[in-house]
């Protein structure tokens, strides 16, 4: 069966981004392994394996769903990424590189998701429109 997810711009994107913060684990002290580390991790996995799940599924609401998660986990690496920056665990140089990336793929996928979800309004009034009749 083929892959189609990998040819997905908001799939490559996400796992060029996952790699470019996996970078970033590598400079964190040990004392955080446990905590921004582990949470930065599985965070960052979250995005590119999300946009490949859902984009088997069956309708677009769960694929739509499956895409949420993977915005939420932007979301929390950004919060987590702030708190690496004025912990001083990455420098101003590494936060801008990262956050511009992050900023990028977080518009795409938003553009994204509002694409699926007007297919999926569009579907819905389709059906509502002749179930009136």
Known sequence: MARLYKNMEIFKLGYGFCLEVYKILDNLPEKEKDNLTS???RAATSIPVNIAEGSVKKSYR???NFLNYS???CKEI???LMMCYDLGYINKKEYDKIFSKLDELMAKLFSFMKNIESR???KKRFFTKFAEK
């Open 120 to 122: 999926f309004e569009d």
């Open 71 to 73: 915005y939420g986990s």
């Open 78 to 80: 950004d919060v987590l």
């Open 39 to 41: 949470q930065l991790r």
């Open 62 to 64: 769960e694929f739509l």
